[in-house]
Nanobody
Framework: QVQLVESGGGLVQAGRSLTLSCAAS????????MGWYRQAPGKQRELVAA???????NYADSVKGRFTISRDSAKNTVTLQMNTLKPEDTAVYYC?????????WGQGTQVTVSS
């Protein structure tokens, strides 16, 4: 069992930046993928960005060039730096962990971007 605790959400104006952080604890495997998903009202949950334990990254097309994901494997943390935010980035953001074909999710943190 892996527990994920997110922080850093909030209300921000369009064009500004916000940083999300997630700390993992529990039975963590050395080979894993951590990332961020988001879900806007009335929409399906979608991948925003992910990073493997080896440092490979994957981004949704909508955030490429604006968001950067990074991790500190020693501390089991993952960070999402979000720049040039847009109103369409408004959603609940969920931290995600996958290892050994098992998924864990954080409780979610609200990001609201005003125009």
């Amino acid at each position: 069992q892996v527990q994920l605790v997110e922080s850093g959400g909030g209300l921000v104006q369009a064009g500004r930046s916000l940083t999300l952080s997630c700390a993992a604890s529990g039975n963590i495997f050395s080979l894993n993928i951590m990332g961020w998903y988001r879900q806007a009202p009335g929409k399906q949950r979608e991948l925003v960005a992910a990073i493997t334990s080896g440092g490979s990254t994957n981004y949704a097309d909508s955030v490429k060039g604006r968001f950067t994901i990074s991790r500190d494997s020693a501390k089991n943390t993952v960070t999402l730096q979000m720049n040039t935010l847009k109103p369409e980035d408004t959603a609940v953001y969920y931290c995600h962990y996958r290892a050994q074909w098992r998924d864990s999710w954080g409780q979610g943190t609200q990001v609201t971007v005003s125009s």
